[in-house]
């Protein structure tokens, strides 16, 4: 696998900035971590969107997950892509709409709790996060696994509820109107899953800040995480 993430930091302030942010679905995390990515004029990388597309591979090639060899020899031939404007590709193909319909939503966790699913991006990750000098990247395991050194690592979480409404209105955005219950139940099964699984679960590792989103807009967490980091910023 390669990429091709690149984005010219400011390199005399900003370049040693690395930045784990981890939380569940519809915490608000990706929104969070592309507005500080932005001020800050460092990358942003949204992992999930790796587990994504490497699901949507092994759901075409009808793969199944508990044949192990077989995962793996897929993955070996599997070459993703990732554009400093958020596009993924994936073998060559731009499958960023692609990786967030309902049959990838239902899948994503159970892809990515095999362990040779995990070894591989998390390796991926680390050598972008290498690469990139200043960098905040978002997911499940950053702070525990793939950043565990990052000075700056926060948790975003948020009641179910608010979580399901949230995710139930961005869909809405993008023309998939899915119900109320039917959100809520994806994204707490795929919260069982990612939380009990045994390889990097989702979970709050000592020295992360959490920060409850439920009633805080995007640009009160984004103006809390930036305090966090220059302290005397307004
Ligand atoms: O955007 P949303 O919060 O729905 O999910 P995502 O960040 O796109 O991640 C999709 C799925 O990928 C998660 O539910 C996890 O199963 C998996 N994931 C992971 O295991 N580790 C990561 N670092 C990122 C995502």
Redo the contacts with the bound molecule.
Sequence with gaps: MVEDLEKESDMSINSKLKIAI??????G??TVAREVARQLNIVYL???????AITLKLLRAHCDLSDHSQVEALLEQTVLQLASDERIFLDGEDVTAEIRKPQV?AA??R???LPVV?RK?VRQ?QEIAAAAGGIVM?????AST?MPDAPFKFYLDATLPVRARR?MQEQREKGLPLSYEKVFHE?KE?DR??SE?AD?P?TVTPGVQVIDTTSLTIAEVVERILQEINPQTD
């Design positions: 981890d939380g569940p679905a519809g915490s995390k990706s949204d992992t999930g969107a790796m587990y994504r939503n994503v966790s892809v990515a709790e995990r991006l990750q978002e997911g499940r395991d950053i793939v995710r994204i795929r899953i990612d699984r990097s989702l």
